[in-house]
């Protein structure tokens, strides 16, 4: 009977998607004619809860899509002294519907049928609508450039690319929650952001300018965040992006996010046990930086030319590679973003301002595992006697899991840590999702 009973209660939502398809084909939208047959299939072949909540929000975004286009149709009617109730009990009639497919999915046999633990059911449920609905405002918006890589193909590809991303992103933030080996996924969907991003660059450079944001080629170095800005007087876009992802989440970008930062966290593998830096590594990072702004003034202002500029730029991004092949790998430790990259002075400085924060226990043994798992030299004895991480932390998140006794964890003011934890994941996997989307040169 319950096997009956389920596509039935399920035969309104079909109409329901079906309908919505076939009006924005009508509107020649074909992104959101295919994203409405999309969205019913991930409900049918799906047993999670969080897409039983999701299908519900689009039940509820289709009522409203016929409320509006329902009282356009009617006001355009009656200022053509056209007759209007026909098309009033036609709207209020698929709005019916809609509200009972809603209703048959409230039924209990198709509770059932969907699955899931509560708390992962919320964290992907959120993932899911800040992901769709963080890139949906530059693809309404943006036309010059293009930001999302489908709608630069096909027209109304990028709402579907859209979709995948939130899906991607529903997925992995209750993967990584439930997994007992959160940095090898973490290190993993890093390397394959930073390998998609220099694929698209590398396509670009080869003439497929559509693979460019811009169309035009620019310096993928770290340091020009800073850098560049500064000698231009503008395009301030990227330094934008990092700040948004501070003010958020804190130094993450050194983490999750740096295209580049991912090779280094690589080099720094090929050594199991990572060495202490000596304390005269801070004073060279702080002259580096130093140095970083006084050169790109001087060539700003001293007549110099755009190509001997970019050339410079080039040299430090290639000088930074070589610190990572040579030193890294040496010492185990991220030297490259801990002691060369201005951009990880400023992401462990003005991270500061997020309240998001690693913190260690009262219980803490000092067995110096969560030492042997950091690669960005933030865990020293002195540190975790103090309890707390150096400046270098990027809340990777990589010594919580190393922790036998589990006394490290994420902290927020006034939640618990496991709720700490759970938000910060989402947030990140959100932004992780959405730079996947529209990171490239």
Same mark, same amino acid.
């Given at each position: 009977?319950?096997?009956?009973?389920?596509?039935?209660?399920?035969?309104?939502?079909?109409?329901?998607?079906?309908?919505?398809?076939?009006?924005?084909?009508?509107?020649?939208?074909?992104?959101?004619?295919?994203?409405?047959?999309?969205?019913?299939?991930?409900?049918?072949?799906?047993?999670?809860?969080?897409?039983?909540?999701?299908?519900?929000?689009?039940?509820? *975004?289709?009522?409203?899509?016929?409320?509006?286009?329902?009282?356009?149709?009617?006001?355009?009617?009656?200022?053509?002294?056209?007759?209007?109730?026909?098309?009033?009990?036609?709207?209020?009639?698929?709005?019916?519907?809609?509200?009972?497919?809603?209703?048959?999915?409230?039924?209990?046999?198709?509770?059932?049928?969907?699955?899931?633990?509560?708390?992962?059911?919320?964290?992907?449920?959120?993932?899911?609508?800040?992901?769709?609905? #963080?890139?949906?405002?530059?693809?309404?918006? +943006?036309?010059?450039?293009?930001?999302?890589?489908?709608?630069?193909?096909?027209?109304?590809?990028?709402?579907?690319?859209?979709?995948?991303?939130?899906?991607?992103? *529903?997925?992995?933030?209750?993967?990584? #929650?439930?997994?007992?080996?959160?940095?090898?996924? /973490?290190? /993993?969907?890093?390397?394959?952001?930073?390998?998609?991003?220099?694929?698209?660059?590398?396509?670009?450079?080869?003439?497929?300018?559509?693979?460019?944001?811009?169309?035009?080629?620019?310096?993928?170095?770290?340091?020009?965040?800073?850098?560049?800005?500064?000698?231009?007087?503008?395009?301030?876009?990227?330094?934008?992006?990092?700040?948004?992802?501070?003010?958020?989440?804190?130094?993450?970008?050194?983490?999750?996010?740096?295209?580049?930062?991912?090779?280094?966290?690589?080099?720094?593998?090929?050594? /199991?046990?990572?060495?202490?830096?000596?304390?005269?590594?801070?004073?060279?990072?702080?002259?580096?930086?130093?140095?970083?702004?006084?050169?790109?003034?001087?060539?700003?202002?001293?007549?110099?030319?755009?190509?001997?500029?970019?050339?410079?730029?080039?040299?430090?991004?290639?000088?930074?590679?070589?610190?990572?092949?040579?030193?890294?790998?040496?010492?185990?430790? +991220?030297?490259?973003?801990?002691?060369?990259?201005?951009?990880?002075?400023? &992401?462990?400085?003005?991270?500061?301002? &997020?309240?998001?924060?690693?913190? #260690?226990? &009262?219980?803490?043994?000092?067995?110096?595992?969560?030492?042997?798992?950091?690669?960005?030299?933030?865990?020293?004895?002195?540190? #975790?006697?103090?309890?707390?991480?150096?400046?270098?932390?990027?809340?990777?998140?990589?010594?919580?899991?190393?922790?036998?006794?589990?006394?490290?964890?994420?902290?927020?003011?006034?939640?618990?840590?496991?709720?700490?934890?759970?938000?910060?994941?989402?947030?990140?996997?959100?932004?992780?999702?959405?730079?996947?989307?529209?990171? /490239?040169?």
């Amino acid at each position: 009977m319950r096997a009956i009973k389920l596509p039935l209660c399920l035969l309104p939502s079909a109409i329901v998607s079906l309908m919505l398809s076939i009006h924005f084909l009508r509107l020649s939208d074909y992104g959101w004619a295919v994203l409405c047959l999309l969205f019913f299939t991930l409900l049918l072949f799906s047993r999670k809860r969080w897409v039983w909540i999701i299908f519900q929000g689009f039940l509820l *975004a289709g009522i409203l899509v016929w409320v509006y286009n329902g009282t356009e149709t009617i006001a355009q009617q009656v200022s053509m002294g056209e007759p209007w109730g026909r098309t009033a009990v036609m709207m209020s009639m698929v709005c019916v519907l809609s509200v009972l497919a809603w209703l048959f999915l409230r039924v209990r046999e198709v509770r059932a049928h969907y699955d899931g633990s509560a708390e992962n059911t919320v964290t992907s449920t959120v993932a899911f609508f800040l992901t769709f609905l #963080i890139c949906s405002f530059p693809q309404a918006l +943006m036309h010059d450039p293009v930001p999302l890589m489908a709608e630069r193909f096909i027209k109304g590809g990028g709402w579907i690319e859209i979709f995948f991303l939130s899906l991607y992103s *529903a997925w992995l933030v209750e993967k990584i #929650i439930i997994s007992d080996k959160p940095g090898k996924i /973490r290190g /993993r969907i890093w390397t394959a952001f930073s390998v998609v991003f220099f694929l698209q660059a590398a396509l670009g450079i080869s003439g497929f300018e559509k693979f460019l944001m811009t169309g035009s080629l620019h310096l993928p170095v770290p340091a020009l965040i800073v850098a560049g800005p500064l000698y231009r007087g503008e395009g301030f876009f990227m330094s934008l992006l990092l700040l948004s992802t501070l003010i958020l989440v804190g130094p993450v970008w050194c983490s999750w996010i740096c295209y580049i930062g991912n090779w280094d966290f690589l080099a720094s593998r090929s050594r /199991r046990k990572p060495a202490e830096l000596p304390g005269y590594y801070n004073h060279i990072r702080i002259s580096l930086f130093a140095a970083l702004v006084i050169v790109t003034l001087f060539l700003r202002f001293s007549g110099f030319s755009t190509s001997f500029a970019v050339i410079c730029g080039a040299a430090f991004g290639l000088c930074g590679v070589a610190v990572m092949i040579r030193i890294s790998r040496k010492k185990g430790i +991220m030297v490259h973003c801990t002691t060369y990259c201005p951009t990880g002075l400023i &992401n462990n400085l003005v991270g500061k301002i &997020n309240p998001f924060r690693i913190r #260690i226990g &009262n219980g803490c043994i000092d067995c110096f595992s969560c030492m042997r798992a950091c690669r960005y030299g933030a865990l020293t004895k002195i540190s #975790i006697r103090k309890r707390r991480p150096g400046l270098t932390c990027t809340l990777c998140g990589d010594c919580a899991a190393a922790c036998k006794d589990s006394r490290i964890g994420y902290h927020f003011p006034g939640i618990s840590s496991v709720a700490a934890r759970k938000a910060f994941l989402t947030l990140v996997v959100v932004l992780h999702a959405v730079f996947l989307g529209m990171a /490239r040169i």
